[in-house]
Protein backbone atom coordinates (compact mmCIF):
# COMPACT_ATOMS: atom_id res chain seq x y z
CA UNK A 1 0.00 0.00 0.00
CA UNK A 2 1.16 3.81 -1.14
CA UNK A 3 0.73 5.83 2.46
CA UNK A 4 1.39 9.07 0.32
CA UNK A 5 -1.63 8.33 -1.91
CA UNK A 6 -4.85 9.51 -1.10
CA UNK A 7 -8.46 7.86 -1.86
CA UNK A 8 -11.73 9.83 -1.79
CA UNK A 9 -13.86 8.49 0.28
CA UNK A 10 -16.83 9.88 2.76
CA UNK A 11 -17.47 7.98 6.08
CA UNK A 12 -20.48 10.77 6.41
CA UNK A 13 -21.31 13.01 9.49
CA UNK A 14 -21.96 10.08 11.57
CA UNK A 15 -19.31 8.86 13.08
CA UNK A 16 -21.70 5.34 13.84
CA UNK A 17 -21.08 4.57 9.40
CA UNK A 18 -18.19 2.23 9.87
CA UNK A 19 -18.74 -1.13 9.52
CA UNK A 20 -17.47 -4.26 11.42
CA UNK A 21 -14.43 -4.39 9.01
CA UNK A 22 -13.84 -0.91 9.28
CA UNK A 23 -14.20 -0.74 12.87
CA UNK A 24 -11.65 -3.97 13.78
CA UNK A 25 -9.30 -2.01 11.27
CA UNK A 26 -9.69 1.07 13.04
CA UNK A 27 -8.96 -0.45 16.33
CA UNK A 28 -5.58 -1.67 14.63
CA UNK A 29 -4.53 1.43 13.21
CA UNK A 30 -5.10 3.22 16.46
CA UNK A 31 -3.23 0.33 18.31
CA UNK A 32 0.27 0.45 15.90
CA UNK A 33 0.10 3.95 16.41
CA UNK A 34 -0.55 4.00 20.17
CA UNK A 35 3.51 4.36 20.96
CA UNK A 36 3.84 7.27 18.05
CA UNK A 37 5.63 5.17 15.57
CA UNK A 38 4.18 3.19 12.39
CA UNK A 39 7.12 1.39 10.94
CA UNK A 40 6.99 -1.09 7.95
CA UNK A 41 6.76 -3.90 10.39
CA UNK A 42 3.92 -3.18 12.63
CA UNK A 43 2.32 -2.71 8.77
CA UNK A 44 2.48 -5.85 7.87
CA UNK A 45 2.22 -7.02 11.29
CA UNK A 46 -1.08 -5.55 10.96
CA UNK A 47 -2.15 -7.01 7.74
CA UNK A 48 -1.35 -10.03 9.21
CA UNK A 49 -3.25 -10.16 12.18
CA UNK A 50 -6.60 -8.69 10.90
CA UNK A 51 -6.39 -10.61 7.53
CA UNK A 52 -6.76 -13.69 9.53
CA UNK A 53 -9.69 -12.55 11.26
CA UNK A 54 -13.08 -14.34 9.80
CA UNK A 55 -14.59 -10.85 8.93
CA UNK A 56 -12.32 -10.55 6.60
CA UNK A 57 -12.73 -14.03 4.58
CA UNK A 58 -13.05 -13.18 1.12
CA UNK A 59 -11.87 -9.63 0.96
CA UNK A 60 -9.45 -9.66 -1.59
CA UNK A 61 -5.54 -7.49 -1.29
CA UNK A 62 -6.88 -4.77 -3.01
CA UNK A 63 -10.08 -3.96 -1.31
CA UNK A 64 -8.11 -4.74 2.05
CA UNK A 65 -5.71 -1.89 1.53
CA UNK A 66 -8.33 1.14 -0.39
CA UNK A 67 -9.80 0.25 3.37
CA UNK A 68 -6.80 0.66 5.41
CA UNK A 69 -5.83 3.88 3.11
CA UNK A 70 -9.83 5.56 3.71
CA UNK A 71 -8.82 4.53 7.63
CA UNK A 72 -5.51 6.24 7.42
CA UNK A 73 -6.43 9.64 5.91
CA UNK A 74 -9.72 9.42 8.47
CA UNK A 75 -7.10 9.41 11.41
CA UNK A 76 -4.80 12.14 9.87
CA UNK A 77 -7.76 13.93 8.84
CA UNK A 78 -9.91 13.73 12.42
CA UNK A 79 -7.49 12.20 14.65
CA UNK A 80 -6.84 8.94 16.41
CA UNK A 81 -9.40 9.56 19.65
CA UNK A 82 -12.16 10.40 16.72
CA UNK A 83 -11.23 7.11 14.91
CA UNK A 84 -11.36 4.90 17.97
CA UNK A 85 -14.79 6.44 18.63
CA UNK A 86 -16.06 5.84 15.61
CA UNK A 87 -15.01 2.42 15.75
CA UNK A 88 -16.10 1.29 19.14
CA UNK A 89 -19.17 2.46 18.46
CA UNK A 90 -19.82 -0.26 15.40
CA UNK A 91 -17.95 -3.31 17.18
CA UNK A 92 -20.82 -5.60 18.44
CA UNK A 93 -20.91 -6.26 22.23
CA UNK A 94 -19.83 -9.92 21.02
CA UNK A 95 -16.96 -9.41 19.74
CA UNK A 96 -15.67 -6.08 22.01
CA UNK A 97 -13.18 -9.14 23.63
CA UNK A 98 -11.85 -10.02 20.27
CA UNK A 99 -11.06 -6.22 19.02
CA UNK A 100 -9.17 -5.73 22.76
CA UNK A 101 -7.17 -9.24 21.50
CA UNK A 102 -6.31 -7.59 18.25
CA UNK A 103 -5.36 -3.84 20.09
CA UNK A 104 -3.42 -5.96 22.20
CA UNK A 105 -1.82 -8.02 20.49
CA UNK A 106 -0.67 -5.55 18.07
CA UNK A 107 0.46 -3.13 20.78
CA UNK A 108 2.88 -6.08 21.85
CA UNK A 109 4.18 -7.39 18.48
CA UNK A 110 7.49 -4.89 19.16
CA UNK A 111 8.20 -6.29 22.39
CA UNK A 112 8.91 -3.19 23.74
CA UNK A 113 5.88 -1.94 25.79
CA UNK A 114 6.09 1.73 26.07
CA UNK A 115 4.12 4.00 28.67
CA UNK A 116 1.46 5.41 26.04
CA UNK A 117 0.94 1.67 24.80
CA UNK A 118 0.04 0.70 28.09
CA UNK A 119 -2.40 3.75 28.67
CA UNK A 120 -3.91 2.85 25.15
CA UNK A 121 -4.65 -0.30 26.35
CA UNK A 122 -6.33 0.61 29.24
CA UNK A 123 -8.25 2.99 27.29
CA UNK A 124 -8.96 0.52 24.70
CA UNK A 125 -10.55 -1.60 27.16
CA UNK A 126 -12.02 0.85 29.12
CA UNK A 127 -14.13 2.14 25.88
CA UNK A 128 -14.91 -1.46 24.54
CA UNK A 129 -15.49 -2.11 28.11
CA UNK A 130 -13.87 -5.64 28.54
CA UNK A 131 -13.16 -6.62 31.97
CA UNK A 132 -10.58 -6.13 33.45
CA UNK A 133 -9.61 -9.44 34.58
CA UNK A 134 -9.92 -10.41 30.84
CA UNK A 135 -8.42 -7.55 29.46
CA UNK A 136 -5.30 -8.74 32.04
CA UNK A 137 -4.71 -12.31 30.84
CA UNK A 138 -5.21 -11.00 26.96
CA UNK A 139 -2.30 -9.11 28.31
CA UNK A 140 -0.28 -11.47 29.91
CA UNK A 141 -1.06 -14.22 26.53
CA UNK A 142 0.20 -11.58 24.20
CA UNK A 143 3.70 -11.05 26.06
CA UNK A 144 4.53 -14.19 26.36
CA UNK A 145 3.35 -14.97 23.08
CA UNK A 146 5.69 -12.23 21.87
CA UNK A 147 8.81 -13.33 23.83
CA UNK A 148 9.63 -15.99 21.32
Wanted: aromatic share 8%; with cysteine; proline share 1%.
Amino acid sequence: MEWGKRVKYTFGQDMGLFDQRQAFLGVAVCAVTSDGNLDEKEVLGLNQNVLRLRIYDGIDKKAFDSMLQRIVDYAQKRGLETLLQASVRAIPDDLRESAFALGADLVLSDRRFAAQESDFLERLRGVLNVDPDIARKVVEVGAIRHKA
